[in-house]
Nanobody, 125 residues
Framework: EVQLVESGGGLVRAGGSLRLSCAASGTNRADRAIGWFRQAPGKEREELSC????????YYADSVKGRFTISSDNAKNTVYLQMNSLKPEDTGVYYC??????????????????WGQGTQVTVSS
């Protein structure tokens, strides 16, 4: 079974940066889509970005476009979310999610088969 381990969360001031990591294990083929979600206090979980390993295609939510960058390192079986120009409204628990996928990302998946444990990101004003 696939397991995901997240790291990189923490405290940061508005305007600062963090890089989140999502390391996968137990995968049996390279083709996949991995998404990053955020659940803010009192809000529903939202998909922020996803990446398809087959062709490197990506999706970004409007709220993070131009500030966040998703990337993958297939040799390390790891996906990253580089977060720049952080805002207080970026505060929340960040989750990565996994599904097998061999096509092109054109929209958020919304449904995934495996999930990480979440990592807290807090942005102060």
């Amino acid at each position: 079974e696939v397991q995901l381990v997240e790291s990189g969360g923490g405290l940061v001031r508005a305007g600062g940066s963090l890089r989140l990591s999502c390391a996968a294990s137990g995968t049996n083929r390279a083709d996949r889509a991995i998404g990053w979600f955020r659940q803010a206090p009192g809000k529903e979980r939202e998909e922020l970005s996803c990446i398809g390993s087959s062709d490197g295609s990506t999706y970004y939510a409007d709220s993070v476009k131009g500030r966040f960058t998703i990337s993958s390192d297939n040799a390390k079986n790891t996906v990253y979310l580089q977060m720049n120009s952080l805002k207080p409204e970026d505060t929340g628990v960040y989750y990565c999610a996994f599904r097998y996928f061999a096509g092109t990302i054109v929209a958020p998946f919304r449904k995934y088969d495996y999930w990480g444990q979440g990592t807290q990101v807090t942005v102060s004003s």
